[in-house]
């Protein structure tokens, strides 16, 4: 039998799924000796990033707003970013950061957020939220309540998301960054006196209990950029506590430098040990100067500009290909969300875009590009079918289409 495959290195070769095909006419006749077009049209794996930049666009927004939390792109560039986007990513992060989602108490910003991610749902793309909740960008008006009444507050806040998204964003980072959540001392707020008084483990199962009796069929995760061994006591103690957990989210920021095979294959081999999904959900790697090694908190590194150079871009392009490979040849990693399709507005206004801030696609973009849509991707292949009108494809799980005689069907590689 003749085989449309996919050739991948020795490592990749887990993440290959194979089905047998029978090719029938019209009038349900085996098509035998036939050629056969066989092309991969979605990857299943998640190749991510954020979706800050075209909440605009989707709504049909062309003024930019001022000290905007989603993103800093100019909304003429919306076009331009989209079609990139689009072009490599099939995952989307949408910022539910409540301070900025409800500044003013009882008056969320859902509809604007719903069109963004029907948006999204549209060209193919899978949405998740980020996040239900977290101690950082926490309303301020929260600081004018009880922390009991904080809880009611969250629960409601938690349910009223799930709700008027379900069916459209069904997937959530239920809780952001609890490691450090009762110790965090930047700036009061609301959520790190609560989960001062609960605990971490009853704080986190706040979030995801009330997020998944709001939406039954929901995943969640549990997010944090701490990979240290108390987030992994974290991630026990929670298991033990009986709290359902669908993935681990972990960051990787890489703002003072690329983290290397070893450490990154460190960090895989003591987070897949609770046998769950996981999703590198912050991805960066910056293509200027590197942020200096002593800064603790990276949001501490405030400098007036921070230039992408041609060395750096370069730099980011290798380590691009390094970092996904050595992500996607371990089986437990569903998802990769890169933090920044632009650098445009990006966070601390490091150079982490794949995109310049004039529009123009760096070394990084068309490194990524040739993976996720190139060396990862079936392109458009020619086969003959055998005596009974068999092809077997193989490739990457996710969605192809076969065409032979005028007809064409799809078919899931899963």
């Known amino acids: ?72 792109a100019d909304p003429s560039q919306g076009p331009l970013l989209a079609e990139l986007w689009t072009g490599l990513f099939n995952f989307a992060t949408l910022p539910f950061y409540w301070a900025a989602f409800e500044p003013e108490r009882g008056r969320p910003d859902t509809q604007r957020l719903l069109r963004t991610a029907q948006w999204f749902v549209d060209h193919g793309v899978r949405v998740k939220g980020h996040p239900l909740a977290w101690h950082t960008l926490a309303p301020q008006w929260l600081l004018d309540l009880p922390s009991d009444e904080v809880e009611q507050v969250l629960r409601a806040r938690i349910t009223r998301e799930v709700t008027d998204f379900a069916g459209v964003v069904d997937l959530w980072d239920a809780i952001n960054e609890v490691v450090i959540m009762p110790v965090f001392d930047k700036e009061e707020n609301g959520l790190t006196r609560l989960c001062q008084r609960l605990g971490q483990v009853e704080t986190v199962r706040l979030a995801f209990e009330t997020a998944r009796a709001g939406n039954p069929g929901i995943q969640l995760l549990l997010n944090d950029f701490n990979m240290s061994p108390a987030y992994e006591r974290l991630v026990e ?43 590198f959900t912050e991805t960066t790697l910056v293509s200027g100067h590197l942020m200096p090694p002593e800064i603790d908190d990276l949001n501490d590194y405030q400098i007036p500009s921070w230039p992408t150079t041609p060395e750096g871009e370069e730099r980011q392009a290798d380590e691009m290909v390094r970092h996904y490979t050595t992500l996607l040849e371990h089986p437990a990693v569903d998802a990769i969300t890169y933090w920044g399709i632009t650098d445009a507005g990006s966070w601390l206004g490091a150079p982490v875009g794949l995109v310049r801030a004039d529009g123009t696609t760096k070394p990084s973009y068309d490194a990524l590009h040739g993976l996720v849509k190139g060396a990862w991707w079936l392109s458009p292949t020619t086969v003959r079918t055998d005596d009974e009108g068999r092809v077997a494809v193989e490739g990457f799980a996710g969605e192809y289409r076969v065409t032979a005689g005028g007809r064409t069907t799809s078919v899931t590689l899963g």
């Open 237 to 279: 103690e929670c298991l033990e506590a009986g709290i359902r957990i669908d993935a681990l989210g972990l960051q990787s920021h890489m703002h003072q430098g690329y983290w290397g095979e070893e450490k990154t294959q460190d960090v895989l081999e003591r987070f897949s040990r609770f046998g769950l999904p996981l999703h």
């Open 1 to 72: 039998m003749h085989v449309a495959a996919l050739t991948v290195a020795e490592p990749l070769r887990h993440r290959l799924r194979r089905s047998e095909v029978v090719v029938l006419d019209g009038a349900g006749r085996l098509l035998a000796d036939t050629d056969v077009v066989v092309e991969q049209t979605a990857h299943a794996f998640g190749f991510g990033n954020i979706g800050f930049d075209l909440i605009p666009l989707a709504n049909g927004e062309t003024e930019a707003i001022p000290d905007n939390p989603f993103g800093g």
